[in-house]
């Protein structure tokens, strides 16, 4: 089912900051999907999803690959019959207030700081379609 992704309902958005395991799906340079596991973190009101993740991931490498308008990804988590999908354009971001920013919304969600890492980066997601069943 749709849902609007800048104003889902409570719900939705609920189940977005509970603690799962999620699912990242990139294109490969070949267009094959690559599918990883994830912590993510989503930000209705900009329509935000966040990746952190090391700068020499393959998940990076195939985000970059795509070129300066991103790459079209899709993250998922589901947990018995619910289970929810945000798709949108993904860039690499490697600022280091933007990446601070990500790994404190990590730190929120999943209820741990993940260690330091200066190789950091954040795969920033702007969500376009969201879709899912409670």
């Not at 409570?10 to 189940?15: D, E, I, R």
């Not at 601070?100 to 730190?107: F, G, H, L, N, P």
């Amino acid at each position: 089912m749709a849902i609007d992704p800048r104003n889902p309902d409570p719900a939705y958005a609920a189940f977005w900051r509970e603690r799962h395991v999620c699912t990242l799906t990139t294109p490969r340079p070949d267009g094959s999907p690559h599918v990883v596991p994830v912590g993510v973190t989503y930000d209705p009101a900009t329509g935000t999803a966040r990746v952190i993740t090391g700068k020499d991931s393959r998940k990076v490498a195939n985000v970059q690959a795509a070129g300066p308008d991103g790459a079209r990804v899709a993250v998922c988590q589901m947990e018995g019959k619910r289970w929810a999908t945000l798709e949108g354009r993904a860039v690499v971001r490697t600022e280091a207030d933007v990446v601070a920013d990500a790994v404190e919304r990590y730190a929120v969600r999943y209820g741990r700081t993940p260690r330091p890492n200066p190789d950091r980066v954040v795969i920033e997601i702007t969500v376009t379609r969201a879709m899912g069943r409670g």
